[in-house]
């Protein structure tokens, strides 16, 4: 069983062969044998490129090679300087951020105050973490080009937490004019500042996206940290090569085809392991917590009962077992802020975690009024890490008694439909699989699953729960670490009572690359692919 470091939590609240599938993928002018080229498969095809707009990990990534932060955090825990430094007022009301030198938009332009100041609002009205400081922000001031002022309405202990955030939604910067696309819609451009431009005429989704370094980048001058420090290039471009089949990229990844791969499947390890060129290692050592989301606007799982009930037949082992099977990578977990945790309980957890639940699933489903309405769940085809979870849920439901409709697309499709708030007939959906890192998970600030805002700026599944906000909002107000435990705990059980989301456990996923890159990164937030370098 795999046991994450409480020391450091404790700090942060079909076969082909290879050859010829990888020599099928288009070339161009720009990728000649001169230039120095990463090669990787990454967990899923890159479709959405707005990383504001959906909370996807495909678009984070995407978001990292050609954005940049104002803030970020290091290895050890601690938030840096990246775009900006700070002061803060005694009275604790006033952030001041002050823009370092160099920074200069992919088109030359050069980053403004105005420019973050609008990125950090579209950011603040749909990630969680931002609605909630959003709360507490009094207004933005810019009296200067390159000097950001934050005004607080009262003092906020997650300020710079959240400008920090390592995942999902991040925090990315981007120019005004793209910024102030509304954020329920993509932005129409990839402009950054960060050390990788994107290759627009290169993209083809479900084929391949490239990027260039970027030569006018100026890299902080500390060593690489986390996603802090000097984002210095080392290759001159990036490949993401999209191969849905699991075997074909172990293939390439073995034959020298491909340099890095994401998410090998876990019982083709051993293989991996056994290959004098490759490297196996886990770069994000907090792991991931897979989870089920309920949409909360159209029938079935609009009423509670039927929620509880649905919660009653799902247990975490048999998905565990069906997704990474090795116990040493997996570990069954109630805690929705995360186990080994200062905020970890089981409380509300209970028939998860035991595998008890379903004869009082049958007997709930039956008094709950369901009337036989089939639910409708999106499955991903092509996610190593996401396709198990919906055929073994999708089993436990037809066991108690719900008509199940499994929809199997690719994770993209997933991605896009899961914002439709129109009924199934519509395009609609009534439940889905994802997974985050635990950095994403582990208090109720950053957990964008317990939030209550419904439609008014909730997460895909929309759940309304004024008391969960109220509670959130006293959790963040509180003066001990005592007072925040007692809360969390509330929150949890509140969240598991209304089946705001259902907690699937927790894993490890290793990532393999040849052994010509050396400078891969750990951390919360991976992979990234500044200061990794290639030889040969």
């Known amino acids: 069983m795999f046991h994450l470091s409480r020391r450091k939590l404790l700090k942060t609240l079909g076969l082909a062969p290879s ?95 105005e420019d973050c100041i609008a990125s950090l609002k579209r950011w603040g009205k749909v990630d969680g973490m931002g609605q909630k400081l959003f709360d507490f ?86 060593p690489a940290s986390w996603l802090a420090g000097g984002k210095v290039v080392k290759v001159d471009r990036v490949e993401w090569v999209t191969m849905p089949d699991a075997q074909t990229a172990v293939n390439a990844l073995q ?35 897979t989870y089920g989301r309920m949409n909360f606007l159209i029938p079935p799982f609009d009423s509670v009962k039927v929620r509880r009930a649905a919660l009653l037949a799902i247990n975490q082992k048999d998905v565990l077992d069906a997704l990474v099977g090795n116990p040493d990578y997996y570990k069954i977990c109630g805690a929705m802020f995360i186990c080994d945790t200062p905020l970890a309980t089981d409380a509300g957890a209970e028939s998860l975690i035991k595998g008890n639940g379903m004869a009082e699933a049958r007997k709930a489903l039956a008094a709950s009024g369901y009337d036989g309405t089939p639910v409708v769940i999106m499955a991903a085809s092509d ?28 994770w993209q499709t997933v991605v896009s439909r899961r914002a439709s708030q129109k009924p199934v007939g519509e395009g609609g959906w009534n439940m889905f699989f994802t997974f985050s890192t635990a950095a994403d998970e582990m208090n109720p600030v950053v957990n964008f699953q317990v939030g209550g805002r419904g439609k008014n700026g909730g997460w895909f599944g929309w759940a309304e ?40 456990g927790q894993f490890l996923a290793p990532s393999a690359w040849r052994k010509s890159l050396t400078g891969v990164l750990e951390g919360p937030a991976t992979p990234v692919f500044w200061n990794v370098d290639k030889s040969g």
């Open 137 to 222: 922000v009094a207004g933005f001031e810019a009296p200067e080009a390159r000097t950001i002022v934050l005004k607080l309405k009262e003092p906020y202990g997650f300020v710079l937490d959240s400008l920090a955030k390592p995942s999902a939604r991040v925090p990315f910067m981007m120019p005004k004019r793209l910024a102030e696309t509304p954020a329920e819609q993509q932005t129409a451009e990839q402009v950054g500042s960060g050390p990788f431009k994107f290759v627009k005429s290169e993209f083809q989704p479900g084929v391949k996206s490239v990027y260039e370094k970027n030569t006018d980048y100026v890299p902080r001058k500390e």
């Open 465 to 504: 729960d004024p008391r969960i906000e109220k509670l959130k909002d006293q959790y963040v107000r509180a003066a001990s670490a005592d007072e925040q435990k007692r809360l969390a705990e509330e929150i949890q059980r509140e969240a598991y009572d209304q089946v705001l989301y259902v907690p699937l």
């Open 255 to 289: 034959a020298g085809d491909i340099d890095f791969l994401e998410n090998p499947p876990f019982e083709m390890l051993p293989v991996l392991r056994a290959n004098p060129e490759l490297t196996i290692d886990t770069l994000n050592k907090f792991g991931f917590q």
């Open 383 to 410: 996610v190593v890490m996401l396709k198990p979870q919906p055929v073994v849920v999708a089993q436990a439901l037809r066991e108690a008694g719900f008509k199940v409709d499994l929809q199997t697309t690719d």
């Open 19 to 113: 050859a010829l599938a990888f020599s099928s993928l288009p070339t161009s002018p720009s990728s000649a044998a001169t230039a120095k080229t990463i090669t990787a498969v990454m967990h899923s095809d890159l479709r959405i490129l707005d990383p504001i707009f959906t909370s996807a990990y495909i678009a984070r990534d995407h978001g990292y090679m050609i954005y940049d932060t104002l803030l970020a955090t290091d290895a050890n825990f601690k938030v840096q300087p990246q775009m900006a430094d700070w002061k803060v007022t005694d009275d604790k009301l006033t952030y001041t951020f002050t823009l370092r030198d160099g920074l200069k938009w992919h088109d030359g332009a050069p980053v403004t105050a």
